[in-house]
């Protein structure tokens, strides 16, 4: 049931307290800077010798597996690649016994991406599931399962579930970067205390929800919207703009913010909202950039930036603040603000938000 709350959708995007809690409960030790899975069967030495990650997913979940391109190749030197499960299971992949294929699916029921895993076993891979739902099929396909722990999720639009896949591919990155020799103990702890804090951050996002709320209300009757972010905010972008025209119907777009320039640009018109995921992180200076671009050519920028930012004011109009966390961790607290964005913008437009017109929760069939 739904607890109280108007949705299911918002019920869920409340539960992330206690969800991202579950995915690394019992599977950190900051003390020990390390990450450790219940039954993960990958060996040290298999870790040390993949040399490539095949990411398989769809939907939200491919979001969430572009945003872990960037975690194993910083984190883990692991080069990945990230395919839509569609389209990989009909190309003609290069994949050999050392790369590890990870599929994303929290249902573990997606037509595709169980498709493309039986693609990739055929070349003799090892395969992992990263899912929510104990027992699915994904889950008698591949050699080892990382569940997400989110618990059942009934919004078509995915909110609990992709925040606890991405708290598994930041454990995966880790572990895989902490066995690999990649990253330091003290590195480990520090992103480890920070990803402790996470759960109290979201719910001070979740108290602070009336400020998303007026600015979902402020654009609630615009034609488009546009998100841009760069680095680890470019997933960010992706999903939350997929999650917008899910369930409010508007045309939306997500881009990687240096890419404006080479033609979305032109779409930009007097009062376009373009939401910017400017958090802090090496990319920050170049997204200042982006944002003075977009304004000179008349949008309406709504910033999400950190708390502690006294620079955002002069280059936005509206700021969301953003608790601060560290730079790998922020986009967890940037989508969550997103996910109410598009919640609020779907209410105000009186949209049937667990329920959007022409989807299902979960696609068995091709
Ligand atoms: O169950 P899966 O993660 O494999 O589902 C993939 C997509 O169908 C799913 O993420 C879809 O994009 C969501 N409705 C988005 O909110």
């Not at 950190?28 to 800077?33: L, V």
């Not at 709504?302 to 922020?330: C, F, G, M, N, R």
């Not at 996910?339 to 938000?353: F, K």
Request: proline share 3%; with cysteine; net charge neutral.
């Amino acid at each position: 049931e739904k607890a109280g709350y108007d949705h299911f959708m918002l019920k869920e995007i409340h539960e992330q307290t206690t969800s991202i809690q579950n995915a690394f409960a019992g599977r950190i030790s900051e003390i020990e800077g390390s990450v450790k899975f219940e039954n993960l069967k990958l060996t040290r030495k298999d870790i040390q010798n993949i040399s490539r990650i095949q990411i398989i997913a769809c939907g939200t979940s491919w979001n969430a597996g572009l945003m872990s391109k960037y975690l194993f190749e910083q984190l883990a030197g692991i080069h990945t690649d990230v395919d839509i499960a569609s389209e990989f299971r009909y190309g003609y992949p290069v994949l050999c016994g050392d790369t590890l294929t990870v599929a994303i699916t929290q249902s573990g029921e997606t037509a595709d991406t169980l498709a493309a895993v039986r693609g990739a076993k055929s070349y003799g891979c090892r395969t992992l599931a990263i899912t929510n739902v104990v027992g699915s099929t994904i889950t008698r396909e591949v050699n080892e399962t990382i569940y997400t722990r989110s618990g059942p999720e009934i919004g078509v639009a995915a909110t609990k579930t992709f925040t606890g896949q991405l708290i598994a591919l930041y454990l995966l990155a880790l572990h895989s970067g902490r066995m690999r020799g990649n990253i330091g103990h003290e590195d480990m702890k520090n992103i480890l205390i920070s990803l402790k804090k996470i759960p109290g951050q979201v719910q001070r996002i979740l108290n602070n929800r009336d400020k998303v709320h007026r600015c979902a209300s402020m654009f609630s009757d615009t034609d488009s919207y546009f998100f841009i972010g760069r680095y680890l905010n470019y997933p960010v972008a992706l999903e939350a703009a997929l999650k917008l025209k899910e369930i409010s119907y508007i045309y939306a777009e997500g881009y990687a913010a240096g890419e404006l320039k080479h033609g979305p640009l032109a779409l930009i018109k007097e009062g376009t909202p373009v939401v910017a995921i400017a958090t802090g992180g090496h990319t920050y200076s170049k997204m200042l950039n982006n944002i003075k671009e977009i304004k000179a050519r008349g949008a309406t920028v709504i910033a999400i930036a950190d708390e502690d930012d006294q620079e955002i004011q002069k280059y936005a109009d509206i700021i969301i603040p953003v608790p601060k966390t560290h730079e790998l961790l922020s986009p967890v607290l940037s989508t969550i603000i997103l996910q109410l964005l598009a919640y609020y913008t779907a209410l105000e437009r009186g949209c049937s938000i667990d329920k959007p017109r022409n989807l299902a929760k979960s696609v068995t069939v091709e």
